[in-house]
């Protein structure tokens, strides 16, 4: 099956800066997706980027689906946007495929 | 527009019970998702619907798993005689997707159950 991979696995950051994070994957598909998961365990929806570029905010996703990666960009983080962010893929219609998370800690 | 709702959020139960979870999709959407998601690790899928048909089973979904989605509207997940390593939080997701298409389209996600198996 497809594999996921992201880094760093941890990040850790004061407030004000900005980050990086990297997912790549094994094999072409269908969909991309950009998480938040809170302290809860909710996962809070990012991105829905396949390919191309999107902006929400401080927050930016671009996915070069011909090279089999996505970054996601936080700009001036937050301690709010402390928490674990996965990327999940998807091939044909079907289920997601997830990579063990990034951890990003910002301290005040 | 409510999003997906789970029921309950936790659940602490004995090892050997049974334990059945709800999933309440958003309306519109006609695929239903059940992923499990176990400390430090990101969520594995275990099956999905179709509306009321169940299209794919992960080798996770061990025989005392099963789920069900009757009218095609919410799900439920029974784990039968529980072990000490269903402990995890689970996970519904919903999407819409057009008849006969391959063309997925956005999951959104439930505040998830934990269960814990003591």
């Known amino acids: 099956g497809i594999q996921v991979e992201q880094s760093p696995p941890d990040l850790i950051l004061q407030e004000g800066a900005n980050s990086t994070l990297r997912c790549n994957f094994s094999?072409?598909?269908?969909?991309l997706q950009w998480f938040h998961q809170n302290p809860w365990g909710q996962l809070i929806n990012l991105f829905y980027?396949?390919?191309g570029t999107k902006q929400n905010g401080r927050l930016s996703a671009t996915t070069v689906a011909t090279e089999r990666y996505s970054l996601l960009y936080i700009s001036s983080s937050q301690t709010t946007d402390s928490g674990v962010y996965f990327c999940?893929?998807?091939?044909?219609?079907?289920?997601?495929?997830f990579g063990q998370g990034t951890r990003l800690t910002i301290n005040p | 527009d409510t999003g997906v709702s789970q029921d309950p959020r936790h659940k602490i139960t004995k090892r050997g019970q049974n334990v059945t979870f709800r999933c309440d999709p958003i309306?519109?959407?006609?695929?239903l998702y059940w992923y499990r998601q176990t400390l430090g690790q990101g969520p594995e899928f275990l099956t999905y619907?179709?509306?009321?048909?169940?299209?794919?089973k992960s080798r996770l979904l061990s025989d005392r798993f099963s789920a069900e989605r009757p009218k095609g509207s919410f799900s439920t997940l029974e784990i039968q005689r529980t072990e000490q390593g269903d402990s995890a939080m689970y996970l519904c997701?919903?999407?819409?997707?057009?008849?006969?298409?391959?063309?997925?389209?956005?999951?959104?996600f439930g505040p998830g159950t934990r269960l814990t198996v003591t």
């Open positions: 980027i396949p390919s």
């Open positions: 619907f179709q509306n009321e048909a169940q299209l794919e």
């Open positions: 997701a919903s999407s819409f997707e057009e008849a006969g298409g391959s063309i997925s389209y956005e999951q959104y």
């Open positions: 309306s519109e959407h006609n695929r």
């Open positions: 094999d072409s598909v269908n969909n």
């Open positions: 999940a893929v998807e091939q044909g219609a079907q289920k997601l495929v």
